[in-house]
């Protein structure tokens, strides 16, 4: 079987998402000793390479995402489950720093999917989990996830891309605390 990470690493006009990729490949190599693909457009790929991914998916970034403070193209993970050339995957945020092995545990898990459901904040260590809306379910994070190329794995992403595709739906049916695409609002609700 083979294991792997996957990031999805698309430049915007305020960040550098590929120079991120770059620096967490670097920490997986390090800490997990895994090969780490990136999908990414060929506008965030650097003229000068800066460091070699095991595997690069070129894809079409989807730039329709708006955060107050400008264009954030955070769509299209649900393609994951069909774009990762591995048996098992680790599917991290660009951002995400990987400090130890930990996540290498992840993969031993008896579950074929696997995601965080709460989160610590350091400088806020007992604030509340944050949930979709004031009625609604407690948020899954979308940003380190394991999964395997099973028959569920694959329609948590079908769900996924569904549910990206009519988020406007779901924002009002939730009555989300944010209409902006979020894939931990997406995750959770798949």
């Known amino acids: 079987m083979s294991r792997g990470a996957l990031l999805f690493a698309f430049n915007s006009p305020k960040f550098n998402y590929y120079d991120m990729a770059v620096a967490t490949a670097k920490r997986i190599n390090y800490f997990l000793d895994i090969p780490v693909t990136i999908v990414t457009d060929t506008d965030s790929v ?12 070129l ?19 649900y393609r994951a489950f069909n774009l990762s050339p591995y048996d098992e995957t680790l599917l991290l945020d660009t951002d995400y720093m990987v400090n130890s092995n930990k996540l290498l545990k992840t ?3 008896p ?3 696997c995601c965080h459901d709460n989160t610590s904040f350091l400088m806020y260590p007992n604030a509340e989990q944050e949930v979709l809306s004031a009625y609604s379910f407690k948020t899954l994070w979308a940003t380190a996830v394991t999964f395997e190329k099973t028959k569920r794995s694959e329609l948590i992403f079908q769900s996924l891309e569904m549910i990206q595709k009519n988020f406007e739906h779901y924002a009002q049916l939730h009555g989300f605390i944010s209409a902006t695409f979020r894939n931990d609002y997406a995750l959770t609700l798949a």
Do not use: C, H, S
Not at 66 to 77: E, P
């Open 46 to 57: 650097p003229k000068k390479q800066k460091y070699i991914f095991d595997n690069v998916i």
């Open 107 to 109: 993969f031993d898990l």
């Open 111 to 113: 579950t074929d999917f």
């Open 59 to 77: 894809a079409e970034a989807d730039k329709t995402n708006k955060r107050d403070w400008g264009m954030w193209i955070n769509k299209g993970r």
